[in-house]
């Protein structure tokens, strides 16, 4: 079994940072990438940003040059530095894992329970 848990959100003002958090715990042999993924109100989910085993990088063009994904591979954390923070940041974010598990070495996707990011204006 598998948990994604996610840590960090709150409210802020526009212009102010949030670090989000998201650690995998279970029967994990590895992890491929962890993703952030964002939900809106009245939106679809969309991809914030992601990042691989080996360190690549991707970001949605929306955050580019403020937010900063990163992980830490002996935690099996995942982190999203968001500075320079607007209303439209405004979101339910959620981590997702793409993973091998040990014994079987399946391949399983995890996603985290959520967190509430709020940017005031």
């Known amino acids: 079994q598998v948990q994604l848990v996610e840590s960090g959100g709150g409210l802020v003002q526009a212009g102010g940072s949030l670090r989000l958090s998201c650690a995998a715990s279970?029967?994990?042999?590895?992890?491929?990438?962890m993703r952030w993924y964002r939900q809106a109100p009245g939106k679809q989910r969309e991809l914030v940003a992601g990042i691989t085993s080996s360190g690549s990088l991707n970001y949605a063009d929306s955050v580019k040059g403020r937010f900063t994904i990163s992980r830490d591979n002996a935690k099996n954390t995942v982190y999203l530095q968001m500075n320079s923070l607007k209303p439209e940041d405004t979101a339910v974010y959620y981590c997702k894992a793409n993973m091998i598990m040990r014994v079987t070495m399946n391949t399983l996707d995890a996603w985290g329970q959520g967190t509430l990011v709020t940017v005031s204006s």
């Open positions: 279970g029967s994990i042999f590895s992890i491929n990438y």
